[in-house]
């Protein structure tokens, strides 16, 4: 049911992309309990001039590596859940790619069930 919407800058190669991908959908279904199998994910890539992710918001000291994740899922889960998300995330990359957990930008977005239809003009989760 989530689907995943990953933006970073251009320049990284298919591989690092799709390793991001596989940490992505690793924590979805470890942390989130989402099922197996249930992988949607799109990843873009913009030209840096295209891309703005703030050097200093909060402190935090991003790089022009920064990587946003947003996961778009079905209402309910807990906080605790969603930091164990963060957190399997933000070192599965570091520890795949690299990545600095600094770099690392999530944003959750919770819809009710009956806001899915997975194909053939039905909603399937609807009650």
């Not at 906080?79 to 399997?88: G, L, R, S, T």
């Amino acid at each position: 049911m989530p689907l995943a919407r990953i933006d970073l800058v251009q320049g990284k190669s298919a591989e690092y992309r799709r390793a991001i991908g596989e940490v992505v959908y690793d924590a979805m279904t470890e942390a989130l309990m989402v099922p197996k199998d249930d992988r949607f994910q799109v990843t873009n890539e913009h030209p840096a001039e295209n891309f703005v992710a703030d050097e200093n918001y909060l402190g935090i000291k991003r790089t022009g590596d920064c990587v946003i994740i947003q996961l778009m899922l079905n209402a309910g889960r807990t906080v605790e859940a969603k930091q164990a998300f963060y957190k399997a995330v933000a070192d599965g990359l570091h520890e795949h790619l690299g990545l600095r957990r600094a770099d690392v930008f999530i944003s959750l977005v919770e819809v009710p069930k009956e806001n899915w239809s997975f194909g053939n003009g039905e909603a399937q989760y609807a009650t």
